[in-house]
């Protein structure tokens, strides 16, 4: 998907600013600056200069399809915390164009059988900085996801920030990716 676009907003539509995590009303016929398409949502830059997240289900705004498919497939194979995994890696950082695995602040991923069948899926999970108001809009967009998966019934994700978070939980591809070498 082409990036660094400008676009004019066909409809009203929700966005997120970054890093806050404040929800704002983006107005039909505002110009925004397509910047990131990754995983479930769009980062825009506001006429005002502020960066802004917008959900996938509101791609038709900026001039955009997206397929929620695309993002969360119907998976194929069992219950795995593999699996958790590979849907986590389908959540994006907005300003940084790497997924929140490869990024390092998945700290912990463990699931529970529970006496039904099904999983409990705990999650322990950081931001790259304490102050990050988007920490609460990942986590759910997390939670969502990982929920979604057959066989979960329950999931629950804290926050932690204890290692704080450095480059150094960063995968090798996303530091090439970055430049960090």
């Known amino acids: 998907m082409a990036t660094n676009i400008a676009v004019q907003l066909t409809r009203d539509c929700q966005a ?56 969360n497939p119907t998976p194929t194979e069992a219950f795995s915390n593999d699996l958790v995994i590979e849907v986590l890696k389908t959540i994006f950082d907005p300003e940084i164009p790497v997924n929140v695995v490869d990024l390092g602040l998945i700290y912990g991923c463990e699931s529970h059988l ?48 204890d290692p704080p978070w450095d480059v150094s939980r960063m995968s090798e591809a996303a530091k090439l990716q970055l430049g960090f070498y």
């Open 16 to 71: 997120t600013l970054i890093p806050g995590g404040e929800t704002v009303d983006l107005p039909k016929g505002a110009h925004v600056v397509l910047t990131q398409a990754l995983g479930s949502s769009f980062t825009v830059m506001t006429d005002y200069g502020y960066l802004a997240r917008i959900a996938i289900e509101d791609a038709d705004a900026i001039g955009q399809t997206a397929s929620t498919d695309t993002v």
């Open 114 to 161: 529970l006496a039904d069948g099904q999983y409990q899926v705990e999650i322990q999970m950081s931001m790259t900085a304490p102050g990050c108001g988007m920490g609460d809009v990942l986590r759910q967009e997390a939670a969502d996801r990982v929920k979604s998966l057959p066989g979960v019934a329950k999931v629950d994700i804290e926050l932690v920030w």
